[in-house]
């Protein structure tokens, strides 16, 4: 197995399935985004697999399927709870280039208006603060690459990660 994947990690809303697509375009690869593989193999959405087996359920169906996930020259997009998930992780670092967009908290909130639609595993009564830093340090723990997008647009953010996995 190659390790030409690039693995695009990092909180809801930080971009990565929009910049994985013009990614995978640039540099000729196919993308996957993890979370709709979840949706396609279990038959439910996300928000309905979280509400039938609670958060716990959720990170175990994902940290499995994560793991199973074999490709090459493919930019996967993952849910932002995957780095809950050891095996994944580790299955994702042998693949490939675990890249981390990293995203400032006044950014995230702008960006996230509505969190329950969009599936964010977060407990009964969780800040999206305490979220953000309960995750940042996993994130940080697995990125090969962290690309802080500041101010950045789009296109600069992916400009940074191809200059950093080049």
Same mark, same amino acid.
């Given at each position: 197995?190659?390790?030409?994947?690039?693995?695009?990690?990092?909180?809801?809303?930080?971009?990565?399935?929009?910049?994985?697509?013009?990614?995978?375009?640039? &540099?000729?690869?196919?993308?996957?985004?993890?979370?709709?593989?979840?949706?396609?193999?279990?038959?439910?959405? &996300?928000? =309905?697999?979280? =509400?039938?087996?609670?958060?716990? +359920?959720?990170?175990?169906?994902?940290?499995?399927?994560?793991?199973?996930?074999?490709?090459?020259?493919?930019?996967?997009?993952?849910?932002?709870?995957?780095?809950? +998930?050891?095996?994944?992780? =580790?299955?994702y670092k042998n693949?490939?280039?675990?890249?981390?967009?990293?995203?400032?908290?006044?950014? &995230? /909130?702008?960006?996230?208006?509505?969190?329950?639609?969009?599936?964010?595993?977060?407990r009964e009564g969780?800040?999206?603060?305490?979220?953000?830093?309960?995750? /940042?340090p996993l994130y940080?723990?697995?990125?090969?690459?962290?690309?802080?997008?500041?101010?950045?647009?789009?296109?600069?953010?992916?400009?940074?990660?191809?200059?950093?996995?080049?």
């Amino acid at each position: 197995m190659k390790k030409n994947n690039i693995i695009l990690i990092g909180m809801p809303a930080s971009g990565k399935s929009t910049v994985g697509v013009i990614l995978a375009k640039i &540099l000729g690869y196919n993308f996957i985004d993890a979370d709709i593989v979840i949706q396609e193999k279990d038959g439910r959405k &996300l928000s =309905e697999i979280i =509400e039938a087996e609670g958060i716990d +359920g959720f990170v175990d169906l994902e940290n499995r399927i994560n793991s199973e996930i074999e490709t090459e020259k493919t930019v996967i997009s993952t849910g932002g709870s995957v780095v809950y +998930g050891k095996e994944a992780m =580790e299955h994702y670092k042998n693949i490939g280039k675990v890249v981390y967009l990293k995203v400032s908290m006044d950014v &995230l /909130t702008k960006r996230l208006n509505d969190v329950k639609q969009r599936g964010v595993v977060m407990r009964e009564g969780q800040s999206l603060v305490s979220l953000y830093n309960e995750r /940042t340090p996993l994130y940080e723990k697995y990125a090969d690459y962290t690309i802080d997008e500041g101010t950045h647009t789009m296109e600069e953010v992916i400009a940074d990660i191809l200059s950093a996995i080049s």
